[in-house]
């Protein structure tokens, strides 16, 4: 038997509201895990979705997401559009 049956074994014996704390802590690990493996800037993610792009007028294709409370390195991604040649212009807030 391996992990995952033991843990789908095991919960089978807890109680509904203790089975959806084991849940969300396996989500939480997930998204904790997923961020560890991804340290690319949302930009960097949707200059390599460019290559992917089949239909330009989708927007579904142009949307990055970030969780919540992730750092966005503002700085750094800046920096990639100027190297990439786009002129960077931040407003003034007044």
């Known amino acids: 038997m ?10 089978r014996y807890l109680p ?23 340290s ?13 792009i089949d239909d330009p007028d989708n927007p579904d294709k142009w949307t990055t997401v970030v ?3 992730r750092e966005v390195e503002i700085e ?3 920096n990639n559009l100027k190297k990439r040649g786009y002129k960077v212009q931040i407003p003034s807030q007044s």
């Open 40 to 52: 690319r800037s949302a930009e960097e993610r949707a200059i390599d979705r460019l290559a992917d």
């Open 67 to 69: 969780e919540i409370d």
């Open 16 to 38: 509904a509201e203790k089975q959806d704390r084991v849940l969300d802590f396996v989500e939480f690990l997930m998204v904790k895990y997923q961020q560890q493996n991804d």
């Open 76 to 78: 750094s991604s800046l």
């Open 2 to 11: 391996n992990i995952i049956d033991l843990v789908a074994e095991k919960m």
